[in-house]
């Protein structure tokens, strides 16, 4: 039961979690801070039970639907359900389990309707994801778009409302994520291609693939300083943005389209470090203050 359960946290890449979690944390703890909405630790235990849940079943979803397409290519042949690791019915019932779960959790919230009212329809965007890739190139927008539901859906559950802050947030998720997914999709232009699968690098080639990850980034920059300045947010949060923006370029200088041996250090090591380095300025910040 260990080893399958080790199995099935590899199998989603839990450890990934650290790229959206953050950002929903910020959020939250942004809208902590407003007078009318005084923390409160069960909203806490809402917002990561969510998350942790929601992008579960949605990542045990794609290796069910993407799991003849992962055994034809090798990079990822060796994944947990084409390698016989982990059989369907395995994948299939942990993956309903991770849906109610999400469901579940946002009963935490009540008697604030909007969670449990808008889980299904979150949870099918999800999940949708895992198609695009069949009919559109702007997949990697899709997943950014799943992504950034998170600070906004958290702004939602302890505010019962949108707001700007949580939209820039959003913002931010949504070029930062469509970027980094365009560089990691240059490793498969050429399966993708020859498997008739959609993708900017298989369509346009990865010269391009590369300047508008490039743009998606700098995008991603402009909407940091954008929610400093609308947020309230002071030096210290400044301070960090900076440094985030020199990370992204950073990144971009790593790979090159004669050399993409660099993209796993650029997708995990360098993101990893933006997303919960920018949960730390944010907490700094509103402490400093």
């Known amino acids: 039961m260990l080893q399958k359960l080790r199995h099935l946290l590899e199998l989603i890449r839990f450890s990934h979690t650290v790229f959206a979690l953050p950002f929903a944390l910020l959020s939250a703890i942004l809208a902590w801070h407003l007078p009318e909405s005084p923390f409160r ?42 390698a016989g690791l982990l059989s369907l019915p395995t994948v299939v019932a942990f993956t309903i389990f991770c849906a109610g779960a999400f469901v579940a959790s946002t009963l935490l919230f009540l008697p604030n309707p909007w969670p449990v009212i808008l889980s299904v329809p979150v949870l099918l965007f999800l999940m949708g994801y895992s198609f695009a890739k069949r009919f559109t190139i702007w997949c990697h927008y899709w997943l950014s778009a799943a992504l950034m539901l998170s600070p906004i859906a958290a702004w939602i559950a302890i505010r019962g409302e949108l707001a700007v802050t949580p939209a820039l947030l959003s913002a931010v998720i949504f070029f930062w994520v469509g970027g980094f997914d365009i560089l990691y999709a240059c490793q ?24 508008l990850a490039l743009v998606s980034h700098l995008l991603t920059i402009v909407a940091l300083f954008a929610l400093w300045h609308f947020a309230g947010l002071g030096v210290v949060f400044l301070v960090g943005i900076s440094a985030v923006a020199v990370l992204l370029l950073y990144e971009h200088w790593l790979v090159s389209p004669a050399d993409l041996t660099r993209i796993n250090l ?19 910040d509103l402490w400093w203050r």
Do not use: K
């Not at 290519?73 to 947990?80: I, K, L, V």
């Not at 232009?189 to 010269?207: K, N, T, V």
């Not at 650029?266 to 700094?284: C, D, W």
């Open 266 to 284: 650029a997708f995990f090591h360098v993101n990893a470090l933006i997303s919960m380095g920018l949960l730390l300025v944010g907490v700094a």
């Open 41 to 82: 630790g069960r909203q806490l235990a809402g917002v990561v039970l969510c998350m942790v849940f929601a992008r579960s079943a949605a990542m045990a979803f794609n290796r069910i639907v993407d799991r003849r397409i992962d055994a034809g290519n090798p990079r990822t042949a060796r994944r947990h359900i084409p």
């Open 188 to 211: 498969d232009a050429d399966f993708d291609r020859q498997e008739r699968l959609y993708s900017i690098p298989s369509r346009w080639g990865i010269p391009f693939a590369l300047r």
